[in-house]
């Protein structure tokens, strides 16, 4: 399995902007951001598809992140909702769904929180 490492998380007024790095040890045809509320499910974000660029985003996110071949999460215009453990995955597929079950490696995860 790749093995992956996230960084960048923090705390940020509501309006502000983050940028999360992820670390990996080696080539991935796909690379994703996933994020997981307090109480909640882990959730999608945004994907890549590191041969191709090709992106894909949620809706809730889609606008104000933006997420680049070097795996990294720029976000931007944050609001309290945004509050998660965002975590960093990878799989060897050339599709990228926004599907925790389709990835089989993870990051520890790094915590963003967002004030009112």
């Known amino acids: 399995q790749v093995q992956l490492a996230e960084s960048g998380g923090g705390a940020v007024q509501a309006g502000g902007s983050l940028r999360l790095a992820c670390t990996f040890s080696?080539?991935?045809?796909?690379m994703a951001w996933f994020r997981q509320a307090p109480g909640k499910e882990r959730e999608g974000v945004a994907s890549?598809?590191?041969a191709s660029g090709r992106t894909f985003y949620d809706d809730a996110v889609k606008d104000r992140f933006s997420i680049s071949r070097d795996n990294a999460l720029q976000m931007n215009n944050l609001k309290s909702y945004d509050t998660a453990i965002y975590y960093c995955?990878?799989?060897?597929?050339?599709?990228?769904?926004?599907?925790?079950?389709?990835?089989?490696?993870w990051g520890q995860g790094t915590q963003v929180t967002v004030s009112s």
């Open positions: 995955a990878a799989r060897n597929r050339w599709s990228c769904p926004l599907d925790v079950s389709s990835y089989d490696s």
């Open positions: 080696e080539y991935t045809d796909c």
């Open positions: 890549i598809t590191s």
